[in-house]
């Protein structure tokens, strides 16, 4: 069972930058993506950042590019998403997860994904 948990989130205020951790458990498949969402209240859940396991491939939402940087921390076994120069449009519950079939075609799709964590809250103030 592929388990994963988020941390990291708090409330910074605008401008600042806060680096998100998820650890997966459980992932055993070749070839799979670890991938960052966020759901703001009364949004739809947004695929922002996703790295493939297989050459650590990248793909980014326009709303982050240049401002997030997700990465696999090998020290610590995670998959981080570096924040900076946050906004206030930035601020939402930030979930990880896995999709265990990867296929780079919808990297950002929240559909494609099969194990979520259960998310941590990111409060930027302006």
């Known amino acids: 069972e592929v388990q994963l948990v988020e941390s990291g989130g708090g409330l910074v205020q605008a401008g600042g930058s806060l680096r998100l951790s998820c650890a997966a458990s459980?992932?055993?498949?070749?070839?799979?993506?670890i991938g960052w969402f966020r759901q703001a209240p009364g949004k739809e859940r947004e695929g922002i950042a996703c790295i493939s396991s297989s050459d650590g491939s990248t793909w980014y939402a326009d709303s982050v590019k240049g401002r997030f940087t997700i990465s696999n921390n090998n020290a610590k076994n995670t998959v981080d998403l570096q924040m900076n120069s946050l906004k206030s449009e930035d601020t939402a519950v930030y979930y990880c997860?896995?999709?265990?079939?990867?296929?780079?075609?919808?990297?950002?799709?929240?559909?494609?994904?099969?194990?979520w964590g259960r998310g941590t809250q990111v409060t930027v103030s302006s």
């Open positions: 997860a896995a999709d265990v079939l990867f296929v780079s075609t919808t990297p950002l799709s929240a559909s494609e994904y099969d194990a």
């Open positions: 459980g992932l055993t498949f070749a070839v799979y993506a």
